[in-house]
């Protein structure tokens, strides 16, 4: 069965940093992966998509890597701005039609 | 851009009683989801839905559970006989295509179900 972990659970940083979210997942035969970030109270705002044969994929400041082999992914933010904060989730899917299982998250806060 | 839409944001209802939880997905969607959330707990997966059949399910969607594509644009999630537990964020999702697998899963803004 499939498990996400996502480490740190909480991160702090202050205005301008780059930092690094990490997610890790047992069973290395995915077909995606897909980071989303999450508001308080709010949905899920998909970031990137990684495909099995892809090993990164950049939007504007954030660059999402994937080493299928070692069962890790993780999410770059560059420049970080206190806009960025909210929770970071990973989701892999294992194949085609399956559905997203998550990991509990990242919940990031920028301080000005 | 095309959104999935998700009401009410907050249903409150009293322990034993039906609820239905109501998303539009975005229009040229095949593929459609439920996940839930409970406060400070991991999004899990309740049942997905392709060609008006459920293609997959979890343990978690029971006989207490049931989904629907009344029409060509709506699809609900029925609860009977809500039970406290079942108070979460309830999340619809959608996705174009499989086959072109480069397609992310869109999730609505969710509905917040309190059982009291």
């Known amino acids: 069965k499939q498990e996400v972990t996502q480490i740190p659970a909480a991160l702090s940083v202050p205005e301008g940093e780059n930092l690094v979210l990490n997610c890790s997942f047992t069973d290395s035969a995915i077909y995606n992966l897909q980071w989303f970030r999450q508001d308080p109270g709010k949905g899920l705002t998909s970031l990137l998509l990684i495909q099995s044969s892809q090993r990164e994929q950049t939007s504007g400041r954030l660059n999402a890597s994937l080493d299928k082999s070692s069962g890790r992914s993780t999410l770059y933010i560059a420049a970080s701005q206190p806009g960025d904060s909210a929770t970071y989730l990973c989701a892999v899917r294992n194949s085609g039609n399956t559905p997203l299982v998550f990991g509990k998250g990242t919940r990031l806060s920028v301080i000005a | 851009e095309p959104e999935v839409t998700q009401t009410p944001s907050h249903q409150v209802t009293q322990m034993g009683q039906e609820v239905i939880l109501r998303c539009v997905p975005i229009?040229?969607?095949?593929?459609f989801y439920w996940y839930r959330q409970i406060l400070g707990q991991k999004v899990e997966f309740l049942v997905s839905f392709y060609n008006n059949e459920i293609s997959e399910k979890s343990e978690i969607f029971d006989d207490q559970f049931s989904v629907e594509r009344p029409d060509g644009s709506n699809f609900t999630l029925k609860i009977r006989s809500t039970k406290l537990e079942d108070s979460a964020m309830y999340f619809c999702?959608?996705?174009?295509?499989?086959?072109?697998?480069?397609?992310?899963?869109?999730f609505g803004d969710g509905t917040r179900l309190s059982i009291l």
């Open positions: 999702a959608s996705s174009d295509s499989v086959v072109y697998s480069n397609q992310p899963q869109h």
């Open positions: 229009s040229n969607h095949l593929y």
